[in-house]
């Protein structure tokens, strides 16, 4: 993908519809991503407990979940951003979405090239932010209150956006 220069992250694309969630898969493993799929709400937070993303792809029309429940849930658990993909456009919605955590919404039909480029924008973003959490880290100090440093990288809770896993 000629306009994405490269996704070095943990994507988890939570979609229900096997094309769409294939498309967007291979799309993002093109592009250098580690995209773990989910078809349920489900399936997503098993997941995302799992690998940690540092960025969710979220669609709406989940068979077991509204979007707008899982979206708050997956925020309760992960800094990381969270792209909403919808064939729905209620500006109501949007806003209940936006209130809950989500930091973008993309309607369907989508361009994959214009999902990939705003996966880039909000990873690049969520990365310059974290980095003073990363210097904190150094001396011992957390600036992250969600993050307590005893628990970094040992299972537990991992700031999502602390930058590319190893290996
Ligand atoms: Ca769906």
Same mark, same amino acid.
Request: aromatic share 2%.
């Given at each position: 993908? !000629?306009?994405? !220069? =490269?996704?070095?992250?943990?994507?988890?694309?939570?979609?229900? &519809?096997?094309?769409?969630?294939?498309?967007?898969?291979?799309?993002?493993?093109?592009?250098?991503? *580690?995209?773990?799929?989910?078809?349920?709400?489900?399936?997503?937070?098993?997941?995302?407990?799992? =690998?940690?993303?540092?960025?969710?792809?979220? *669609?709406? /029309?989940?068979?077991?979940?509204?979007? $707008?429940?899982?979206?708050?849930?997956?925020?309760?658990? !992960? *800094?990381?951003?969270?792209?909403?993909?919808?064939?729905?456009? =209620? &500006?109501? &919605?949007?806003?209940?979405?936006?209130?809950?955590?989500?930091?973008?919404? $993309?309607?369907?039909?989508? !361009?994959?090239? &214009?999902?990939?480029?705003?996966?880039?924008?909000?990873?690049?973003?969520?990365?310059?932010?974290?980095?003073?959490?990363? *210097?904190?880290?150094?001396?011992?100090?957390?600036?992250?209150?969600?993050?307590?440093?005893?628990?970094? /990288?040992?299972? /537990?809770?991992?700031?999502?956006?602390?930058?590319?896993?190893?290996?």
């Amino acid at each position: 993908m !000629s306009t994405v !220069s =490269s996704l070095q992250a943990t994507i988890l694309v939570i979609e229900d &519809e096997p094309a769409i969630r294939a498309a967007v898969a291979d799309a993002l493993r093109e592009a250098g991503a *580690d995209a773990r799929i989910a078809a349920t709400a489900a399936d997503a937070i098993r997941e995302s407990f799992e =690998s940690q993303p540092h960025l969710y792809i979220l *669609d709406l /029309g989940l068979p077991d979940k509204s979007g $707008v429940d899982l979206c708050r849930e997956l925020r309760a658990a !992960s *800094d990381a951003p969270i792209i909403i993909l919808s064939a729905r456009a =209620s &500006e109501a &919605e949007k806003v209940a979405l936006l209130r809950v955590g989500a930091d973008d919404y $993309v309607t369907k039909p989508f !361009s994959v090239a &214009e999902l990939l480029a705003r996966c880039e924008a909000h990873l690049r973003r969520a990365r310059a932010t974290a980095r003073p959490v990363d *210097d904190a880290r150094n001396r011992r100090v957390s600036l992250n209150a969600r993050t307590p440093p005893a628990r970094r /990288g040992a299972g /537990g809770v991992r700031h999502p956006t602390a930058g590319p896993r190893p290996g």
